[in-house]
């Protein structure tokens, strides 16, 4: 059963003395006006680990469009199979322990790609809520993760990594808990064709 959840209001404030944030205990928030913003928090049924989950969602400019959101994910829906409930993380774990035709090299690398880059970026995102725009996103900052650390990734690796995606989420779809799956129609960077080097005496 979901719980009934609740919103409140925090900012990134710190604390001067400590370094840390206020959060809600901010002075600014207290004296009212529009300083910091608005979250949701909500606790989730077990997962499909047998684990209870927690959604925070924030950055909303009022409490009354975070009232909207928390009132959208508390509301069931006519034919809701439940994936709104579960998240990308979840399903993804699930997916891999549940894979028995797939040779054993196989499920290695799927499980490297959800380790290192599907779960990190796509793991607190509600799978009914998964769209190509946030797949998109996640490929953009995967790429500029690794510019930053000097360790460009390459086209070949960003194509396997949305094979991995895909396979999972069409297990997903299969299930019945997605109409489509949102990583078959994400763009990514194409690979540079290698240039013909001329040797000469």
């Known amino acids: 059963m979901v719980s009934e959840g609740c919103v409140y209001r925090r900012c ?49 400019p009022s409490r009354k469009a975070a009232v909207a959101v928390l009132a959208r994910l508390r509301a069931p829906r006519p034919g809701d199979t439940g994936a709104r409930m579960l998240t990308v993380g979840d399903w993804l774990a699930h997916w891999l322990v549940s894979r028995t035709a797939t040779a054993p090299s196989t499920v290695r690398g799927y499980a490297a790609h959800c380790r290192l880059y599907l779960t990190p970026y796509l793991g607190e995102v509600l799978l009914g809520e998964l769209t190509t725009p946030t797949v998109q996103a996640m490929f953009a900052a995967i ?8 360790t460009p990734v390459s086209a070949a690796t960003l194509t396997r990594i949305r094979a991995t995606l895909r396979a999972a989420l069409n297990a997903a779809v299969r299930r019945g808990l997605l109409t489509e799956n949102p990583a078959a129609k994400a763009e990514l960077p194409k690979a540079r064709r290698p240039r013909a080097v001329v040797w000469t005496p």
Not at 13 to 35: I, M, N, W
Not at 143 to 150: D, K, N, T
């Open 143 to 150: 790429i500029r993760q690794h510019h930053a650390l000097g």
């Open 12 to 60: 990134g404030c710190t604390d001067p003395g400590t370094g840390r944030q206020y959060g809600q205990a901010c002075p600014r928030l207290a004296a009212g006006g529009r300083h910091g913003s608005w979250y949701v928090r909500l606790e989730l049924p077990a997962g499909l680990d047998g684990h209870r989950r927690r959604i925070r969602r924030g950055g909303y």
